[in-house]
């Protein structure tokens, strides 16, 4: 069964639409009625071209297409008239749509979230709004093309116009938007997959400034391989370490879907390089593992356009700075003259409890964070031992204490509270205190570490 169906556009430049047409005799220039939206708002528009089709060969399914109303009197080129609708009715309107379609818009993904029965629907406001210049819309569909939705297909170009249009009409545009566009300039994804470096940096380099993390390391990037910018390694330098902390204190309160990977990664390949660093193979494997833990688990928790990469990256960096170690680096114990694993514990925590552990002829201790922030959380550490080839997060440390001489615990009870620790010169001793107090007291040849 053939359909004739009739091509409109709502602005000069603007996106063409099909309706079904039961005159075969409207023709193009001709002026017809159609219905807009969800309230089947009545417009007037002019028809740009017509065709007959099958439901195979139809630009839109059918069953859902809209019909014209009527055809409007008059020739081709006439001025356009339109249905005598008050403004105040259309403001209405388009305040509903606009929230509709903020409703309908997954911040994070950028899928449409409506059910599949309403797809249709939200892809006609979201292109009326597109049309008409509604910040909602442009945002909508800037980011269901970058990649494609499950409304929209990949339109790397189609993104880059409405991101340039959202910050042209935006009075405090989103920081993300500069951020996104300088990916699509730095992969040339609008450009036939040909770099446009400037406009990245021109574009990282405000995003940046707002506290984009995404766009502080590739500036990063940029400034390490001399794209778009001369190149400046110490600058690079400066630049992640700004972000390593705060990114790695988002993983260490288990949000996962935070940026510490890419920068673990990046600062791990500084040191490996050795940019306006000391080259320093262990430290970097340390990064290395770091990143590794940190994609995992983003990668458990979301679905990050270009994670899998990231993943294939690291991998790749540990197994190469695993060629650069020496032979004898990896070990089955790790031992050391301090208890060092405590005193990380206690970094960025209130304090610690703490107990003294006898198991199969050997003394530990076991030391657990105590405090929690004011939603209840734990802020665990991110213990990485290159020597074991390991990194996890935990709140809670048992090392086992090596040639012990002498162990007390001054409380007489089975665990005490700790927020400090010190070296005891005199009597060769560590203490682990309570403001001036000591609470355990231990006199070893050192300590190893069991995580």
């Known amino acids: 069964m053939q359909y004739y169906i009739v091509y409109v556009k709502f602005d000069e430049n603007g996106h063409e639409y099909a309706y079904l047409s039961d005159d075969e005799l409207t023709a193009a220039g001709d002026q017809v009625i159609v219905p807009v939206g969800l ?3 009545e417009k007037a528009v002019r028809v740009t071209r017509t065709e007959y089709v099958t439901e195979t060969t139809s630009p839109y399914p059918v069953k859902w297409m809209k019909k014209v109303i009527r055809k409007l009197p008059g020739r081709p080129g006439d001025p356009l008239v339109s249905p005598d609708v008050p403004e105040s ?5 388009e305040g509903a749509f606009r929230k509709k379609i903020s409703e309908w818009t997954d911040p994070e993904s950028g899928d449409c979230t409506a059910p599949p029965e309403d797809y249709d629907t939200y892809r006609d406001m979201v292109l009326e709004g597109v049309d008409k210049g509604w910040p909602e819309a442009l945002e909508a569909m800037a980011y269901a093309s970058y990649g494609g939705n499950n409304v929209f297909p990949e339109d790397f170009k189609k993104s880059e116009e409405c991101l340039l249009k959202l910050i042209d009409i935006c009075e405090d545009p989103a920081p993300a938007y500069y951020n996104t566009l300088g990916y699509l300039y730095y992969y040339g994804r609008a450009n036939g997959g040909i770099p446009q470096y400037e406009k990245a940096f021109q574009y990282f380099s405000v995003g940046a400034i707002h506290g984009i993390f995404e766009s502080t390391y590739k500036l990063a ?5 001399g794209k778009g910018v001369p190149k400046n390694t110490a600058a690079a330098v400066r630049l992640i370490k700004s972000i390593y902390s705060e990114n790695r204190e ?3 309160y288990e949000r996962f879907e935070c940026k510490f990977a890419d920068v673990a990664l990046r600062l791990g390949g500084i040191y490996e390089r050795g940019d306006s660093v000391q080259k320093d193979p262990e430290t970097a494997y340390s990064l290395y593992l770091q990143a590794q833990f940190a994609i995992r688990e983003r990668m458990k928790a979301a679905d990050y356009y270009g994670d899998r990469k990231v993943a294939s990256n690291i991998d790749e960096a540990i197994a190469r700075c695993k060629k650069e170690l020496p032979a004898d680096f990896f070990k089955s114990t790790v031992y050391a003259e301090a208890p060092y694993m405590v005193g990380a514990l206690l970094k960025d925590s209130e304090g610690l409890d703490m107990a003294v552990m006898e198991k199969e002829g050997a003394t530990y201790l076991m030391a657990k964070r105590a405090d929690a922030n004011e939603d209840g959380i734990v802020r665990k550490y991110l213990f990485t031992v290159p020597e074991l080839d390991v990194c996890q997060l935990s709140d809670m440390v048992i090392i086992r204490i090596e040639g012990p001489e002498e162990v007390i615990n001054y409380a007489k009870t089975e665990s005490v509270y700790i ?3 010190a ?3 005199p009597d060769q001793s560590w203490l682990f205190m309570y403001q ?6 231990v006199k070893c040849k050192g300590f190893s570490i069991e995580l």
């Open 250 to 252: 988002h993983l260490e």
């Open 436 to 441: 001036d107090y000591p609470m355990i007291e």
């Open 39 to 41: 309230e089947k708002e």
């Open 419 to 421: 927020n400090h620790m």
């Open 89 to 93: 009715v259309s403001a209405i309107i």
């Open 423 to 425: 070296w005891s010169e």
């Open 221 to 225: 990037d940029m400034l390490i391989a």
